[in-house]
């Protein structure tokens, strides 16, 4: 079955896509969602054009598509997108990198099934302690680029998901940050042709939405 994977650039994304194609799905185009002046993606806030270079590095095709900030308008273009795709390349099957937020599945079964396209979720209803352990231990290279400021420091912006990582989460932080307490970028993994090497980087504090640390990488190759 032909099918596209919703692309963030961070781990439980590029991990379900990996593991889609491991389960025999031909992963024919990512999609990733920039803010409306395509300059950001909208889930981690990382520049669109490192989101492409890193979906490049996979060999995937990639679609970046500038996405509305208002829920309802979100939800059309998404849908519009789904059935362009559906035309243009038979695309039968979505793949997304939930893992346990029903309000997330409730959306992704209800858009789904109103295009008449099969949600594909590798990842639902894993134990998240395993499942990081799993990425971890499959060779994916995840580096921390956001974290709400009120649960962690900036310190932790730039490291890399590790067992050490891991060791020093605070037992009320999800160990894949599935509630939005941290978010990754992929750097390097069975997926890439080569890693992304990050050069420069600094810390910003951004307060539109509750207080966030992220990373702004400067500079990559």
Same mark, same amino acid.
Not at 101 to 111: M, Q, R
């Given at each position: 079955m032909k099918v596209a994977g919703l692309w963030s650039g961070g781990k439980d994304s590029c991990f379900a896509c990996y593991k889609a194609i491991s389960m025999g799905y031909d992963l024919s185009v990512l999609f990733n969602f920039t803010d409306h002046e395509s300059k950001n993606s909208l889930s981690h806030g990382l520049a669109a054009s490192l989101i492409l270079k890193q979906a490049q590095l996979t060999g995937i095709p990639i679609v970046q598509k500038a996405m509305p900030k208002s829920s309802e308008a979100y939800r059309e273009e998404f849908k519009a997108l789904i059935c362009a795709w559906k035309q243009k390349a038979g695309i039968a099957g979505i793949v997304?990198?939930?893992?346990?937020?029903?309000?997330?599945?409730?959306?992704?079964? +209800?858009?789904?099934?109103?295009?008449?396209?099969?949600p594909i979720m590798p990842l639902w209803g894993r134990d998240t302690k395993e499942l990081i352990l799993e990425i971890i231990d499959?060779?994916?290279? +995840?580096?921390?680029?956001?974290?709400?400021?009120?649960?962690?420091?900036?310190e932790w912006l730039g490291r890399i998901i590790d067992k050490k990582f891991l060791e020093e989460l605070k037992p009320e932080i999800d160990p894949c940050g599935e509630k939005g307490e941290f978010h990754t970028l992929v750097v390097d993994g069975p997926l890439?042709?080569?890693p992304i090497r990050i050069l420069e980087t600094q810390p910003v504090l951004e307060e539109s939405f509750g207080k966030h640390w992220f990373l702004d990488i400067k500079k990559y190759v």
């Open positions: 997304f990198g939930d893992i346990y937020l029903k309000e997330h599945k409730e959306w992704i079964d +209800a858009v789904c099934r109103e295009v008449e396209i099969e499959s060779g994916f290279k +995840a580096v921390v680029v956001a974290v709400r400021a009120d649960l962690l420091g900036k890439f042709r080569e």
